[in-house]
C-alpha cells in the first residue's frame, strides 16, 4: 500500500518562503505516474498547485507558477514543494497526492494527511 | 481554467436513505470528472474516476454518471461512515485541474 506523508514548518513570516516534502513509502517515485501538490485554504474549495513526474517534468497552477517550484529527490523518494513570497493567502492545509493517468482518465489515488501552513507575523 | 460547480452545497440525509449530489463543468469535459470523499482531518479519497468507474474497495452504492458538462454521484443505502465532504473535479487535457466547491453530507 502506497503512503505519502508531509512534513515541514508549520508557522511562517509574510514574504517568506515555504518549504514542505512529500516521503513516499510502499512504492518508488520512479514508477510511471505523477505526483501532486494540492491545497486548501481554510473554508474554501481545493486548489491544484502543480506535480512533476520521475523525470522532473513539472507543470504548475498558472495562479501560481511564479512562486512555485516543485522538484523530485529519487534517492529520498520524495518530492518538494517551494512557494516564495509568501501572503496571509498561502495559509492552508497542504496535500501531497500520486496521480494515475492514461490516456482516458487521470485520478488522484493516493493522499497524504495534510499539512497546515499559518502565514502570519 | 475550467470552472466546476456542485450542487447542493450542503445536504442532510438519514442511515440508509438514497441521496444524489450533481458537477458541472462549465465546458466540456468528455468523460474526465472524479469524485473524492473527506472527512475532517484527512486527506481526500477517491471514489469514483472517469465519471462511472468505481475504485478498489469502494462499496458498491456509491455510483457515478454523466459526461460532457454534467455529473451525478449517487450514495444508495447511506451508512454512518458516509457522512462527510464530497468533491467532484475535472482531469481533462486543460490546466489548471479545478475541484468542485464540495458538498457537505450531514446526518439528518
Known amino acids: 500500500q502506497v503512503q505519502l506523508q508531509e512534513s515541514g514548518p508549520g508557522l511562517l513570516k509574510p514574504s517568506g518562503t515555504l518549504s514542505l516534502t512529500c516521503g513516499v513509502s510502499?512504492?518508488?517515485?520512479?514508477?510511471?505516474?505523477?505526483w501532486n501538490w494540492v491545497r486548501q485554504p481554510p473554508g474554501k474549495r481545493l486548489e491544484w498547485i502543480g506535480e512533476?513526474?520521475?523525470?522532473?517534468?513539472?507543470n504548475y497552477n498558472p495562479s501560481l507558477q511564479s512562486r512555485v517550484t516543485i522538484s523530485v529527490d529519487k534517492s529520498k523518494n520524495q518530492f518538494s514543494l517551494k512557494v516564495t513570497s509568501l501572503t496571509a493567502a498561502d495559509t492552508a492545509i497542504y496535500y501531497c497526492?500520486?496521480?494515475?493517468?492514461?490516456?482516458?482518465?487521470?485520478?488522484?489515488?493516493?493522499w497524504g494527511q495534510g499539512t497546515l501552513v499559518t502565514v502570519s507575523s | 481554467d475550467i470552472q466546476m460547480t456542485q450542487s447542493p452545497s450542503s445536504l442532510s440525509a438519514s442511515v440508509g436513505d438514497r441521496v444524489t449530489i450533481t458537477c458541472r463543468a462549465n465546458?466540456?469535459?468528455?468523460?474526465?470528472l472524479n469524485w473524492y470523499l473527506q472527512k475532517p482531518g484527512k486527506g481526500p479519497k477517491l471514489l469514483i474516476y472517469?465519471?462511472?468507474s468505481v475504485h478498489s474497495g469502494v462499496p458498491s452504492r456509491f455510483t457515478g454518471s454523466g459526461s460532457g458538462t454534467d455529473f451525478t454521484l449517487t450514495i444508495s443505502n447511506l451508512q454512518p461512515e458516509d457522512f462527510a465532504t464530497y468533491y467532484c473535479?475535472?482531469?481533462?487535457?486543460?490546466?489548471?485541474?479545478?475541484f468542485g466547491q464540495g458538498t457537505r453530507l450531514e446526518i439528518k
Open positions: 465546458e466540456s469535459i468528455a468523460t474526465y
Open positions: 497526492a500520486r496521480e494515475y493517468r492514461d490516456d482516458t482518465s487521470g485520478y488522484y489515488d493516493f
Open positions: 512533476i513526474d520521475h523525470r522532473g517534468s513539472t
Open positions: 510502499g512504492g518508488s517515485i520512479s514508477s510511471g505516474y505523477w
Open positions: 473535479q475535472h482531469s481533462y487535457s486543460s490546466l489548471p485541474i479545478t
Open positions: 472517469s465519471a462511472s
